[in-house]
């Protein structure tokens, strides 16, 4: 057996970017940034300084105590009972000696939070304070000589100093006045520098903080983020978002993406990331972005009682892609087409990446695949893309699954060394494919689900125990059998299989017994509900819940007949019935020998994929062209209308 192989990549790369940011809910749109304040004044040593990022309200110093000189004096260290404001004369920045309020930031010196002093006869409250707040105000607004003593001498001496001298009072600054508000200071009694206080005003009662410079911190801000962006080094149009909420019970989270240049004409503008929940810090995929372009994004998160918040607006710039193929788009009616995105890879007989593919035509993800390449599919979670090699002469299988940041590819899965053809994503996360259950051309199958770690299980046999063979492509054996496409129906774990060489298609159980048959001959059918066809090879196909059933129709292989899309109407209660609605060849008649796909898309348009001639249709309801996508070859194609969770089909 084979070893399962991980290649790990080297880590990834970018610039980091930083923001912090509040919002409240909002009835439409994106809500609104909360406002936190303005500037807080600090004070050491007779020095004032003003932090604006701080983005508190700023700090008042304390008023003129009754009977103490209003002039100049020596200034001298903050013994106990230092203001927590007060800083040089003529007013700190931040504190009562700007009257103007900046922006949304309060007014200066109007400290809502400030509470009384701590004075001789006890403790003040903060409804106590008025007096206290406007001697601080009237010190910064007016000439020192304007200071009312009445409203000086209610800024008490905290601590129960006995005179001015004892605490860090007027004389302590050049200028009295210029001290806001004694009852900013938590508790001048306990103070070892006035000027360590911001806001003294934020403490609930200044008799019971210890340090003026220790008022109590404000309440943390629930819609803080930090968010920081890097491009992967692999695929450099995957973005990783790393970022952390400070909102309390998120629920629910997703990082949202949109082109910078808002002028453009693309389909294809940006998108919603879901985040995953569970870790204080998150990473999330940006995937579906186009290559060397400008994007924005920020983050959401919503708790559980209702609360919105919303990151501020980031930049970044994807990198360039190398190696891809050359998609040329023919838009006929952009208005009709379905959007979404197109996974696919280079197709039988080819070399080149899987690739995916925007409504634009861009190609917006990439990475190496097996040559002939048939199959390219995101698994149920949307984690990993998975490919595989073709493998029609059983010559050797080649299955890998690459992570969708493009850093971590696994291949050389033991037990598929034999995987052909296709396969399709199961809800656990593994994917189910086919794999020849001997040697030489054309042997009977198994399927096999294999999960992201290696490990593989049988979940049943495909061949006679489903359907009758039929002749082989390669010759000599008429009773031969050729899986070569299957899809997978969530709702009651069925999964609907295709083979070439009977040109049959059989619904089976997830258990594996046949359901119904549609196509070949029904002589030997292993199911009573069988319908015959008349079609020759088949490959692609998508089964709807009510019933419509479309399909690839190769025709005969190795001639010029046009190869077409089909349609049917089928009806399995009861005796099973079939009604063809549409035969679709293309207007240039193309003819695909190998492959070839058709998949319904969710507003009725029909995806057609001629694999050998490197053509994919996008059909109106009415079977008029909408769009084409044209390369040297395709392999089968899946249409997304996201890169995000499950598949279409």
């Known amino acids: 057996m084979s070893p399962l192989a991980n290649h790990h990549l080297p880590a990834l790369a970018g610039a980091v970017l930083v923001a912090v940011g509040c919002t409240s809910a909002g009835s439409s749109g994106f809500p609104e940034p909360q406002n936190r304040g303005g500037a807080s004044g600090v004070a050491v040593g007779g020095t004032a300084t003003t932090s604006d990022e701080e983005g508190l309200a700023g700090s008042g110093g304390r008023g003129a105590r009754s009977g103490e000189t209003q002039g100049p004096r020596e200034p001298r260290d903050a013994g106990p009972g230092g203001g927590g404001g007060a800083s040089r004369g003529g007013g700190a920045a931040g504190d009562g000696s700007d009257a103007t309020p900046r922006g949304n930031e309060p007014p200066p010196g109007a400290d809502g939070g400030a509470t009384g002093a701590d004075g001789e006869n006890g403790e003040r409250d903060a409804g106590e304070d008025g007096p206290s707040a406007a001697a601080g105000a009237a010190g910064a607004a007016d000439p020192p000589s304007s200071v009312d003593p009445a409203d000086a001498g209610d800024a008490t001496d905290a601590g129960g100093a006995t005179d001015a001298g004892d605490?860090?009072?007027?004389?302590?600054?050049?200028?009295?006045?210029?001290?806001?508000?004694?009852?900013?200071?938590?508790?001048?009694?306990?103070?070892?520098?006035?000027?360590?206080?911001?806001?003294?005003?934020?403490?609930?009662?200044a008799g019971d903080a210890t340090d003026a410079g220790e008022g109590d911190a404000q309440a943390p801000d629930p819609c803080a983020f930090t968010v920081s962006a890097s491009l992967s080094p692999s695929i450099p149009t995957v973005v990783t978002v790393t970022w952390t909420s400070a909102l309390p019970g998120v629920t629910t989270a997703r990082v949202v993406y949109e082109l910078s240049n808002t002028a453009s004409s693309y389909l294809n503008r940006g998108g919603s990331a879901p985040a995953e929940l569970g870790a204080t810090e998150h990473e999330t995929l940006l995937l579906g972005l186009k290559p060397s372009q400008d994007y924005r994004f920020h983050v959401e998160v919503s708790a559980g009682d209702g609360t919105t918040c919303r990151s501020a607006d980031q930049t970044l710039t994807t990198?360039?892609?190398?190696?891809?193929?050359?998609?040329?788009?023919?838009?006929?009616?952009?208005?009709?087409?379905?959007?979404?995105?197109?996974?696919?890879?280079?197709?039988?007989?080819?070399?080149?990446?899987?690739?995916?593919?925007?409504?634009?035509?861009?190609?917006?993800?990439?990475?190496?695949?097996?040559?002939?390449?048939?199959?390219?599919?995101?698994?149920?979670?949307?984690?990993?893309?998975?490919m595989l090699t073709t493998n029609p002469s059983n010559t050797g299988g080649d299955v890998r699954a690459v992570s969708m940041d493009g850093q971590t590819t696994r291949s050389n899965f033991s037990g598929l060394e034999r995987?052909?053809?296709?396969?399709?994503?199961?809800?656990?996360?593994?994917?189910?494919?086919?794999?020849?259950?001997?040697?030489?051309?054309?042997p009977e199958s198994d399927l096999l689900a294999v999960a992201p770690d290696g490990t593989t299980r049988r979940l049943f046999h495909v061949g006679s125990n489903l359907y009758a063979g039929g002749k082989s492509a390669f010759g000599g054996n008429s009773n031969s059998y050729h899986c070569n496409s299957i899809t997978h129906r969530v709702a009651d774990g069925s999964f609907t299989i295709g083979d070439r060489n009977p040109s049959v298609f059989v619904h089976v159980a997830g258990d594996g017994t046949p359901r119904w048959q549609f196509g070949g001959s029904c002589a030997n059918a292993r199911t009573s509900s069988c319908v015959a066809g008349t079609w020759q090879i088949n490959h692609g196909h998508h089964l709807l819940d009510d019933g419509t059933f479309v399909f690839f129709n190769n025709t005969s292989f190795g001639a010029s007949t046009a190869s077409n899309a089909l349609e049917?109407?089928?009806?399995?209660?009861?005796?099973?019935?079939?009604?063809?609605?549409?035969?679709?060849?293309?207007?240039?008649?193309?003819?695909?020998?190998?492959?070839?796909?058709?998949?319904?898309?969710?507003?009725?348009n029909t995806l057609v994929t001629f694999s050998n001639n490197g053509m994919i249709y996008e059909l109106a309801p009415n079977w008029d062209i909408v769009q084409t996508l044209g390369a040297s070859a395709f392999g089968y194609s899946e249409w997304r209308q996201t890169l995000y969770g499950a598949p279409a089909r």
């Open 419 to 442: 995987a052909h053809h296709d396969l399709v994503a199961l809800e656990d996360g593994s994917m189910a494919v086919f794999a020849w259950s001997s040697s030489g051309l054309d």
């Open 167 to 205: 605490a860090t009072d007027a004389g302590d600054a050049t200028d009295a006045g210029d001290a806001t508000d004694a009852g900013d200071v938590t508790d001048a009694g306990g103070a070892t520098d006035a000027g360590a206080a911001t806001d003294a005003g934020d403490a609930t009662d």
């Open 568 to 604: 049917y109407g089928l009806s399995t209660s009861g005796t099973m019935a079939a009604t063809q609605r549409k035969q679709w060849p293309a207007v240039a008649r193309e003819h695909s020998d190998t492959l070839g796909d058709v998949q319904r898309l969710p507003n009725g």
């Open 319 to 386: 990198g360039a892609l190398t190696g891809i193929p050359t998609i040329t788009r023919h838009a006929v009616d952009e208005g009709a087409q379905a959007g979404g995105f197109v996974v696919t890879c280079n197709g039988y007989g080819s070399s080149g990446p899987a690739v995916i593919i925007d409504a634009d035509g861009d190609v917006v993800w990439a990475t190496p695949a097996p040559v002939s390449c048939s199959r390219a599919r995101l698994d149920y979670p949307g984690k990993n893309l998975w």
